[in-house]
């Protein structure tokens, strides 16, 4: 099993940058891919930045060029810098592992892009 704790979401202008962290209970080196997924009202989850075991990344089209995801073994991390937020980025954000077939879930954290 992983349990993931995600942090750092929060309230923020437009332009502005906000950085999420996802905390997993067990080594990342294990998890075969980790990603961000975020979930605006009334709108599905969708995959916007992954990153796999060989520190390999996807971003999808709405947040290339403006999000970076990153992971640290250390920590057992992944983490996501957003840059130039616009409130169209409004959302709960949420962690997932893929880890031996299955996939696993934070409880997600709000960002709230707005003046």
């Known amino acids: 099993q992983v349990q993931l704790v995600e942090s750092g979401g929060g309230l923020v202008q437009p332009g502005g940058s906000l950085r999420l962290s996802c905390a997993a209970s067990?080594?990342?080196?294990?998890?075969?891919?980790m990603g961000w997924f975020r979930q605006a009202p009334g709108k599905q989850r969708d995959l916007i930045a992954s990153i796999n075991s060989n520190s390999a990344t996807n971003y999808g089209d709405s947040v290339k060029g403006r999000f970076t995801i990153s992971r640290d073994t250390t920590k057992n991390t992944v983490s996501l810098q957003m840059n130039s937020l616009k409130p169209e980025d409004t959302a709960v954000y949420y962690c997932?592992?893929?880890?031996?077939?299955?996939?696993?879930w934070g409880k997600g954290t709000l960002v709230t892009v707005s003046s």
């Open positions: 997932q592992a893929q880890y031996y077939g299955l996939v696993y």
């Open positions: 067990r080594s990342i080196d294990n998890i075969a891919a």
